[in-house]
């Protein structure tokens, strides 16, 4: 069962020549499938910094407009290969890790990546800014679509709606 948690699902390669220090910093969530665990949330955003334990620490933080409050959960992220691919485990739970797979990178200037975890129904697309283009909207549908994603329950997150706390 754990390692059906830090799978990778059928479709999905991690990207390689990964540079972790660049990928540091705060990611907003332009659009995912939706979970559980952040149904409801706007202003999504993922924050990666490396902690002085060598793992990579994780802030994510959304606004819950039914509570009118902010959510934030925090977590730890390790590589599962090499620190030149994109292929980490997370834990938000103890001891419990889900796949983190970068499997689409804007390698040039860091600006979005495409996000999957353990299976075909967990699907994020992050950027350094709060909306992007139309083009890279396109690229990620058409990429994830041929991996097998179900991109027509996409959610695209309401950035503008409340302002960053």
């Known amino acids: 069962m754990l390692t059906a948690c830090t799978g990778t699902p059928e479709g999905v390669e991690p990207v390689t020549g990964f540079e972790l220090d660049r990928y540091l910093g705060k990611w907003y969530e332009i659009a995912r499938l939706d979970h559980s665990f952040e149904e409801g949330l706007t202003a999504v955003t993922a924050d990666y910094s490396l902690h002085e334990e060598g793992h990579v620490q994780v802030i994510n933080r959304g606004f819950n407009s039914a509570e ?19 292929q980490l485990k997370v834990s938000f739970f103890g001891p419990f890790y889900g796949s983190y797979i970068v499997f689409g990178l804007d390698k040039q200037d860091y600006q979005y990546t495409f996000v999957s975890g353990p299976n075909h129904g967990y699907l994020w697309l992050l950027a ?7 083009e890279v909207i396109a690229d990620f549908i058409n990429e994830a679509s041929q991996r097998g994603f179900e991109t027509d329950k996409l959610i695209f997150v309401d950035q503008d709606s409340v302002s960053a706390e």
Do not use: L, M
Request: cysteine-free; proline content about 4%; aromatic content about 8%.
């Open 128 to 134: 350094r800014t709060p909306q992007v283009s139309d």
């Open 68 to 86: 009118n409050q902010w959510e934030e959960a925090e977590g730890k992220a390790k590589f599962v290969q090499s620190r030149d691919i994109g």
